[in-house]
């Protein structure tokens, strides 16, 4: 809510346009009330309506933890520029009740405006540099809905007030509405509308002292996609060619399981819920086996469950699609929370040489892309494709261009081809191309895939020589998968004080906190890793024009003081300039945390 | 499993005999492998569609010694892993072979899952009553008093009852025999492979090393008696009162409570849908509501809605 | 088997003593015939000789890989001075096939000598630089016992030549068969003793040329343990105070569970053979909730189905060993070959940050001394311990002194005294001390133990700082261990070419290729890790002594070039000398490997 | 499991009262919280003897309301665990608590395992036909047609038999109650937890949110009706022939053949050594042999034995 392109700057709309109206490039708006309210329905309604004005847009949302519900919250950062954060601090809070005045209002920055529900909230602290607006939501709605006492409508009266404040397009707003409730039964609509209208009209006007309005934004005029990671992930994977896949429920990981369960019988094919982790992988590999790509996944107990067959997944060289939705860790730990902290045992966590290819997204919209990409290489090289999103992303709604579809949709065929004397499904010299059963053998030998050893042709073999040559060839085939990938792009300066070395879903605040940084003099760059095993050659040569190269993760910093990413770099480039920036609080990284642990870093 | 015969020449054992069995001399596995070519030679499936599934075991090299398309898998898991093949791949005949450890100890759960959920696959259980191939240790079929490197002084805990856990399970055919009695064996194994659904046999299969003798009371050549089930033949006659209805659930289970060696035939068969049917109706259902649209006609819709 | 204290130099007995008799310091004798020859049984007696003579030795079997067993080998390493390999040559071949000739006159050196059965062998390489001494075993043995036509006892014929040729104590000789036979029906001992008799009544001194007499042992005159890995690790958990454990069987880890089983109830206590690893590990945690420092192990595959269990021991702060008999892998890979490629998944293979210790015996007396250590650390520490031992550990036969027991054996005692109001199992400023259930909680305030994050009290809860606080809490306690642990010592030289850095089963033979580097004229030294996670402090100051660092491992070079040890040590210490001595071939490092390879690695 | 009654100050609900549990209003699980309290107070088993676990689910957070030595471990495991406690520590009262995902899903062969075994513990089943707390996924006894998010044309794979599998698997006390009915719960918690060896009790306890009315047709206040098991006096009257024979275990499965909502009560009951008190004869007989040697001893003497 601020002219700059920051949302931290220190004052609230400095600079009123010349009509009068102060235009805001970016708003950070935080409803807070208890998670039976909607809140999120109409969190998820504003980031929709971004979407289609070519605005920005983040959400961030806690999720109660327990079951029956309680305190919760929904922030949206609207952005006329590029959204990388849902924002440190928010610039508007909504507050329904007095316990979510009373553990929000620490979240609204300085000279920030606080709306709040006069029924429900009985103190404020009035020696706050902040603005409070005191608004009869309830009673305001019960009236507008004709005395309904179930107190439901709160969320769309407040909607209403936001479309009149930040001067949104109602016409857009209705319509979005119209479309959310539409399908039920008339009488919700008609509701809906009543408690929209009532807050729209409002007199809000004068209490506000200011009246604000987001700029369009300065994109495309196409209307933007606006959904969550895991929704991207689900349609990456149909786009990639997935037609099969099982697995079992966890959170954060189940919606995209219900989500496949329900899609890919559209497309022909089938998600099985089974009655465990390792039943699931199995099954899994049963699919891939059979001649599909198929994809399995959960979050942290439940990957640590699927360590013996991803093992034989790499052995038998099958192509399998693992998503893990990180949660904070260890055991069942903050099951609702966000954490960076099962990149280890993605890439280390079976038993044996195990390598493995493992991917990581860096917003919404790479959720859709990572998840193609991971459908391809399974493809490509016949092995387990680990993509690691987490609970931020998962739930995170952003905008973002529809993706080229025609160009990346695959639609996968069985080859059912009969295959001559010469096949041999683990060559030496090439990849692994198994003969999916089926395949007529015209040389009437038939093949067996084994988790055992084994030679060229799949044969068990203890011979000493076979397991040297076959360690090496499932090594090799995902370091020549390593040769191509391109060097990291360099985002900020390319030489300077520090470099920053991000991965997954902190990649937007590590790049605002590049903004800030360079903005306040400093000279950095960062580069974003999507590719964790292999990762791209010839970073060497980017470390080596930074003093200080920091790798930010939301992980612990380990025995000897480094995060998991940081751990892995310095072993490959033995470079004691690589140093870590972690925390394990469950919380994503705040853009000035960032900042300010970049400055300490850099000053020794 | 329905049979197919348009394979242009007839399939042999030849055709079907792979490397040469690494078992023990004198194994039960071997009779049942041989019984296995003698029914795939009788109902001709194309041999491109024959898949044989295994965990870890002895008895789980199987597929090794079937020249068919393979999967020698990991301890406990291949009922699940054979479900896959099984749900994607209709086309398919699926066989998945194991042993008392593999089946019932490790992969215990799994084996009622698939069995409730009906799904369409045959499989076969060489149960020896031993941990074979890791040397003798107790099996959860293992009798009490049987004297393993993990039970020196005797086994102590009660067995599983196989019989009973497919019944309660939901396994739509379950039968019992014994490697010795070849010819039974042939019968159940063809009746199991044509029945649709899931189809699973339970081989006493002795471990001439770790467990020698321990079928011995249900094989006639050595004193025992091989007592078969005698079904009904819904005549009408008053002997046929007598005989036994495998569609009865609950008399499948009193039958599968008789003492050791007990008897032997199809305690339960019936006749339900099975998962495959289930799911493909919902699919090919789902397919015709979206009109067979293409997967970036699909996405494309899907996209549209989000903005 | 030559004056020097290595088997590997050029030339056969050299110099014959002056009595005309060549004095041995050392013999590799290797016996080729099939499993079920029991040649593993007088292979088990030299070695029980041995430490009855204050020899040294060290054997090295191979197991068939059909269950109906098949060619197999057991061989022999009898020195009087430090024995630190099974010996990468033979000098004395036992060739009783056709086949065993076939496959092991390769491993004789040259100048050795090969008997072989005359009865069974029928064809020879004469043009060989060996000994060829046909004798015919398996006729020779039938007449011994009379006509037995079941070709028992050529295993004790044998045996009866090795006493006569190296002129071993005979009467020890007898001693032990008669230990070994006596406890069956009387014909068994009397075959045993007529076949062993007429092979020592062989006339096989005109045939040899030569007499040998194998020195007496320098060491200590009191007779040594002689034992296997396996079983050397199962005393030290009945030392180290083990009471409870749960497994399911997996070679080679099987042999520690059975004889657990066994031996448990003569300490009062039980092993459980549960249904699968899952069950196994979670018995387990059972017993440690109770109040039991416990017991679970497996191989491979076994092990990745431990991996949630194991985060949940970390979380809750339960003490439990864990024994990981490695194998070579991935999935089932090589069930029957040694590697040492779990090392990463001990540390890393659980989902979040899960700090836990890790301990790899160097051979099979430290077997017995690192499960005493696991015992105590996991009391101590509350937490999960790993030990890494392996197949080679296993099955390999040493002799060595007898431990201190009075001094080092645990006996516990079950703590169940009243809490008070003061009582927090997870202190903030101390170490978990868990009340068992049955302690009487005098404030009337019971505990439950989670998984889920928790405060100093246990109760589960998602605030971010406490997850934070508690993160470092379970690091912390594991590098204050670290901090305890004395510098690595050196062996060898203390500064020069290269360090060989080493970890496991290893041990002999890196030490045993150091004396041959300085033999050679080379400046080596070597370090054997002991504790793997967290490894020693202060490790950079030895590494700052050489011109290399070189990490021998038997597990694959991975993406980046190293193997599992050095990936810890570069993270750690950013010394691009750090390099690696990999090999994935499902065998034990001969010492001229690791000689040669050294001796490449120097060069550049 | 035997109750004690010589602890000083008597056991009250107030002191078996620990959080308030965080379960949603009107959750079925509270009255099998309340009637638990109930039964402690009623049996008085010493407090610290107390020992509550269970796995993961809105259900398996029963041991964080227990003020008592509690367990929250992982998904599908806390029988195993429990088996531990009970197998070292005959002084405790182990209790373990689960829904019907963690227990008969991914803990489904654990339970047999356990019941086979007959470890002495009392298990507790909250069936409420449905995952909770990972909201609205069909679990292993939501019944044919249930919408759920995984569903959501409603479930396909016929459900598990919660009695079959626990009369099957060797449970030696089975029996079913309904949350609604706290005379009835309170009646069987006592038996089972009175009985010897491994005792289950499947509750049907609704969850309001996900699956609410799904017990109506056995709530007699919701119109449905609470049929009871009626057991064997064995008072040699004739209506005595018709009850139920608790010891009967084809009876028992037959019992549980019927039609939901079936029949409560007690299925089956018998008295079979529990592998506590089999294992603790072997340690016995085996400390004799020893001599109750100290463990130096014990070592000292296998040392000497390996020179
Ligand atoms: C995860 C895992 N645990 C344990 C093993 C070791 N293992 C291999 S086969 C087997 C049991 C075999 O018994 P069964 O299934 O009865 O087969 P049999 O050899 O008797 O035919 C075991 C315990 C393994 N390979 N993987
Ligand atoms: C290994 C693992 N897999 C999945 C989960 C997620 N999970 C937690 S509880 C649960 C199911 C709960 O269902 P139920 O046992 O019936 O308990 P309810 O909540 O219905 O009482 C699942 C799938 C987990 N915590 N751990
Ligand atoms: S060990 Fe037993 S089961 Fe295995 S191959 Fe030999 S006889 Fe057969
Ligand atoms: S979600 Fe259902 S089972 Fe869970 S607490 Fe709420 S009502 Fe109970
Ligand atoms: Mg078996
Ligand atoms: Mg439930």
Known sequence: ?604 | MSTTTESPKPLTKKDLTADHPTWCPGCGDFAVLATFFKVLEKLQIPHEKICTIAGIGCSSRFPYFVNGHGVHFIHGRALPFATGVSLSRPDLHVFAFGGDGDGYSIGGNHLDHAARKNVNLTYIVMDNFVYGLTKKQTSPTSPKGFKSKTDPTGAIDQPINPMKKLVYGGASFVARTHATQVKHMMEVFERAILHPGFSVVEVLSECVIFYPGAFDDGNPRKGGTFDLIEEKKWDNSPEDAERHDVSDENEAYRLASLQYPGKFGVFYETDRPTKNQLEQVWIDSTREKVGDASAVDLLSSRFASMK
Chains 1, 3 share one sequence.
């Open chain 1, 1 to 604: 809510m601020s002219p700059s392109a920051t949302s931290d700057s220190p004052e609230l709309a400095a600079s009123p346009a010349s009509s009068g109206v102060t235009e805001l490039q970016n708003a950070v708006i935080r409803f807070a009330g208890n998670s039976q309210d909607g809140i999120q329905t109409i969190g998820g309604l504003l980031a929709r309506l971004a979407g289609r004005s070519s605005r920005e847009v983040m959400t961030y949302m806690t999720i109660p933890s327990t079951i029956s519900g309680g305190p919760s919250i929904f922030q949206v950062h609207l952005g006329s520029g590029e959204v990388l954060s849902a924002g440190d601090e928010s610039d508007f809070l909504f507050a329904f009740y007095q316990h979510s005045y009373d553990s929000h209002i620490g979240s609204l920055r300085p000279g920030g405006i606080c709306i709040y529900d006069t029924d429900n909230v009985q103190e404020v602290k009035s020696d706050l540099d902040a603005l409070h607006v005191g608004i009869p939501i309830t009673s305001a709605t019960v009236e507008a809905l004709g005395g309904s006492s179930r107190e439901r409508g709160k969320n769309l009266f407040a909607l209403g007030l936001v479309t009149q404040i930040f001067k949104l397009n109602k016409e857009k707003v209705i319509g979005l509405v119209s479309k959310q409730f539409g399908g039920k039964n008339e009488d919700v609509l008609r509701n809906a509308m009543l408690a929209f209208d009532a807050g729209f009209a409002y007199p809000v006007g004068d209490l506000l002292k200011v009246e604000y309005e987001l700029q369009q934004g300065r994109g495309s005029a196409v209307d933007k996609v606006t959904t969550d990671g895991n929704t991207a992930m689900v349609l990456g994977l149909l786009a990639g060619g997935v037609r099969y896949g099982a697995a079992y429920p966890i959170t954060p990981w189940s919606t995209i399981m219900e989500q496949l369960r329900v899609e890919l019988p559209k497309y022909g094919g089938l998600f099985v819920q089974a009655e465990d982790e390792l039943a699931a992988v199995a099954m899994a590999l049963g699919f891939a086996y059979s001649g599909h790509v198929s994809v399995t996944g959960s979050s942290g107990p439940g990957l640590s469950l699927k360590m013996e067959a991803l093992s034989y997944a790499t052995m038998a060289e099958l192509p399998l699609v693992v998503i893990n939705v990180q949660r904070g860790g260890p055991s069942t730990g903050l099951p609702t929370s966000v954490e960076q902290s099962d990149l280890m045992q993605a890439i280390y966590g079976s038993h044996g040489d195990c390598p493995r290819i493992v991917l990581a997204p860096k917003n919404v919209a790479d959720c859709f892309y990572i998840a193609v990409e991971a459908c391809e290489l399974a493809r490509k090289y016949s092995c387990p494709v680990f993509v690691l999103t987490d609970m931020a992303l998962a739930s995170r709604i952003e905008a973002f261009e529809q993706p080229d579809l025609a160009a990346l949709v695959h639609e996968p065929v069985l080859d059912l081809s009969p295959r001559g004397e010469e096949f041999k499904p683990y060559p030496l010299d090439g990849l692994t191309r198994h003969a999916a059963p089926g395949s007529p053998m015209t040389a009437g030998k038939y093949p067996v895939v084994t988790g055992l050893e084994h030679d060229e042709w799949g044969h068990p073999s203890a011979n000493p020589g076979i397991h040297q040559k076959m360690t090496e060839r499932r090594r090799e085939k995902i370091k020549a998968f390593g040769a191509t990938l391109p060097k990291p792009e360099i985002y900020g300066d390319a030489s300077g004080e520090a470099l920053i070395v991000g991965w997954g879903s902190t990649w937007g605040p590590i790049r605002e906190a590049v903004e800030r940084l360079r903005a306040a003099g400093r000279q950095v760059g960062c580069i974003h890793l999507r590719h964790l095993n292999p990762m791209p050659n010839g970073m060497e040569e980017i470390f080596a024009s930074y003093a200080n190269v920091l790798v930010v993760e939301m992980n612990d910093e380990g025995l000897y003081g480094q995060g998991q990413l940081a751990t892995l770099l310095r072993a490959r480039h033995c470079d004691p300039k690589i140093r870590s920036i972690c925390k394990t609080d469950g919380l994503n990284y705040r853009v000035r945390d960032i900042v300010s642990r970049v400055e300490a870093a850099i000053a020794g």
